[in-house]
């Protein structure tokens, strides 16, 4: 089944113990992506990827940072969480030129 | 001004209504619209794309106005299902935006017996 995987779903955590939340897909995809979601704020874009090695910042990439070593990986890093980051948190991918983005289930984050 | 604009409602609405949600977005190069579906708690799902002639997706029908800046979504004969918030995308695919997607703040419907 093509999909979009997250891990943790859930992740209550103290702020500045740095935790990692992995995405992975198994479609090929070039592109990957991570938002977060807020209320009044809508979905907002962190990082993205549009290939192996290859990452740039989204529009609000403070507190955060990825890696692609790997095109099927696309893990979100939090070095030291702080409580402004508790959020919903969304993996996406598609393929390069397709425009139609493949949303994970979403990872509920709580920084204490 | 926020990128897109979306009226948040919510719409409360009967089984079997016409409902209408409009979106616009200010920035007139964007290239490619979206209207998603997110239920609640769950993953956005591209519900459409939207195009400049107007597409018909079923009882789902979406039209772009380029001039106007602004998109609009069409649910005829609502269904208990259609309750979700739908969000309106927008890609402004220049220099290095390959793939931005810019959401919407999300519109709830809500369709009661």
């Known amino acids: 089944e093509a999909q979009v995987t997250q891990n943790p779903r859930y992740l209550i955590t103290v702020t500045g113990k740095k935790l990692t939340v992995t995405c992975s897909q198994n479609?090929?995809?070039?592109?990957m992506s991570w938002y977060r979601q807020d209320p009044g704020l809508g979905l907002r874009q962190i990082y993205y990827?549009?290939?192996?090695?290859?990452?740039d910042k989204g529009d609000v990439p403070e507190g955060y940072k990825v890696s692609r070593k790997e095109k099927r990986n696309f893990p979100l890093i939090l070095e030291s969480p702080s409580p402004n980051q508790t959020s919903l948190y969304f993996c996406a991918s598609s393929l390069l030129g397709q425009e139609t983005q493949y949303f994970g289930p979403g990872t509920r984050l709580l920084v204490l | 001004r926020k990128e897109v604009e979306q009226d948040p409602g919510p719409f409360n609405v009967p089984e079997g209504a016409t409902v209408a949600f409009n979106c616009t977005y200010s920035n007139s190069a964007s290239q490619s619209f979206f209207w998603y579906r997110q239920d609640c708690r769950k993953e956005p799902k591209l519900l459409m794309s939207?195009?400049?002639s107007g597409n018909e997706d079923g009882r789902f029908t979406a039209q772009l106005n380029r001039a106007s800046q602004y998109i609009s979504l069409l649910i005829r004969d609502s269904k208990l299902s259609d309750s979700a918030t739908y969000l309106c995308v927008v890609n402004f695919a220049g220099g290095t935006s390959y793939g931005k997607l810019t959401f919407g703040q999300g519109t709830i419907l809500t369709v009661h017996p």
């Open positions: 990827s549009m290939n192996v090695e290859v990452t």
């Open positions: 479609m090929n995809h070039e592109y």
């Open positions: 939207v195009y400049s």
